[in-house]
Structures are given as C-alpha cells and as structure tokens.
T-cell receptor
Framework: DAKTTQPPSMDCAEGRAANLPCNHSTISGNEYVYWYRQIHSQGPQYIIHGLKNNETNEMASLIITEDRKSSTLILPHATLRDTAVYYCIVRVNSGGSQGNLIFGKGTKLSVKP | ETGVTQTPRHLVMGMTNKKSLKCEQHLGHNAMYWYKQSAKKPLELMFVYSLEERVENNSVPSRFSPECPNSSHLFLHLHTLQPEDSALYLC?????????????FGQGTRLTVV
C-alpha cells in the first residue's frame, strides 16, 4: 500500500488560507488521493479526492503535483470550525484490499483567531 | 448528516455482557466498513463487506462478530469484551469498492467496557 507522510500539526490564522501538505512518493499510477477530516470524537468527514488533475469543490481545493508524489489540500478561508485532524489517504486500487481507506495519524490543524 | 446512522451513540457494557452496534445507510451503497478508533490512535479497519459478503477481516478477535443482513444494514455483535476494547467504533459506506467512490462515515458509537 502507498504510504503518506503529513506534518503532525499546523497552525493557521482565521480567514487565511490553510495549506496542508502530504507526501505520497510511492503512489501507483491508478491510486487516488483522498482527504478526510475528523473533528474531535466525530466521524471522519469526506473533503475531496483526485487522481491526476487538480480538484475543487465547495469545501477545498486539491493540488496534485505532476509526478503525483505529493499533494496539498487548500482551505481558502479557514474558520475556527475548520480546526480538526486532516487525513491524507492513498486509496488502494488493486488486490484484496481494493478500495480500503487506511488512515494514518494525519495533521492536527489549529485555526486561531 | 452523511446518510450513515449509527446506534447507539454511547454504550457502557460489562465484560460479560453481549451487545450489538448498528449501522444503517439508505444511500444505495453496496460496500460497508467497520473501523475502530482507540484513544489517540489512527482509525483501524476491522471489517469490509461488499454486496453483503465479508471480503476482509483484519485479524480482529472473535469477540467481535460482524453481520450484514442486507446492503443497508451492518451490525457488530460484541461479547466478553475487555476494557482495552473501549473505543470509538465507526461505520462507513461507499457505492462500491472502486477507488473513485467516496466513503461516508457515521458519527460512531462510543463504547466503554467496564
């Protein structure tokens, strides 16, 4: 399975953009990058996912490098409610574990007033 | 609201009790998952069901017994648990197991074993 590496924690000022990096240097060509977040003691919330192209939705933007070895999740205007643990996941695309979401430790994002 | 509902939200049980956790989705999804999240640890995938068949069991002790009677419901039957089994148990569902379909999680059941 491809592994991801994320910083354990980050701070962001309220109203500013939050840029959360993720390294996935062993990703395979057909594996998707997913981002979820988990606010304390709640179920993880789906944010966005992508394969090669950059993606944007109402919550965030996902920027994937051309070599696909890293990506950045961008929250354009962070609010206090965006304080959460953010997980970058490479979703398995073959074998018996196809489709499984394997979570790491994520990045604890703290948005400060 | 993700469309995945878990009950109960909180459960306290003794080590000799038998209880069941329930997960329900009416999203038309065909894959369902159980995860365990112990304090300050990442989510651990426990079981995977696809079209009501168990396709993965990640070395979970037999005191945890999943059941998927139909594509909308998933249960986790618990018996003779240990205090270290206290955790947040999360259910998720996805359209299928292809990697381009997002999975949605319920709010979890907070289990305390005394």
């Amino acid at each position: 399975d491809a592994k991801t590496t994320q910083p354990p924690s980050m701070d962001c000022a309220e109203g500013r953009a939050a840029n959360l990096p993720c390294n996935h240097s062993t990703i395979s060509g057909n594996e998707y990058v997913y981002w979820y977040r988990q606010i304390h003691s709640q179920g993880p919330q789906y944010i966005i996912h992508g394969l090669k192209n950059n993606e944007t939705n109402e919550m965030a933007s996902l920027i994937i490098t051309e070599d696909r070895k890293s990506s950045t999740l961008i929250l354009p205007h962070a609010t206090l409610r965006d304080t959460a643990v953010y997980y970058c996941i490479v979703r398995v695309n073959s074998g018996g574990s196809q489709g499984n979401l394997i979570f790491g430790k994520g990045t604890k994002l703290s948005v400060k007033p | 609201e993700t469309g995945v509902t878990q009950t109960p939200r909180h459960l306290v049980m003794g080590m000799t009790n038998k209880k069941s956790l329930k997960c329900e989705q009416h999203l038309g999804h065909n894959a369902m998952y159980w995860y365990k999240q112990s304090a300050k640890k990442p989510l651990e995938l426990m079981f995977v069901y696809s079209l009501e068949e168990r396709v993965e069991n990640n070395s979970v002790p037999s005191r945890f017994s999943p059941e998927c009677p139909n594509s909308s419901h998933l249960f986790l039957h618990l018996h003779t648990l240990q205090p270290e089994d206290s955790a947040l148990y999360l259910c998720a569902s996805s359209q299928d197991r292809t990697p381009n379909t997002e999975a949605f999680f319920g709010q979890g059941t907070r289990l305390t074993v005394v």
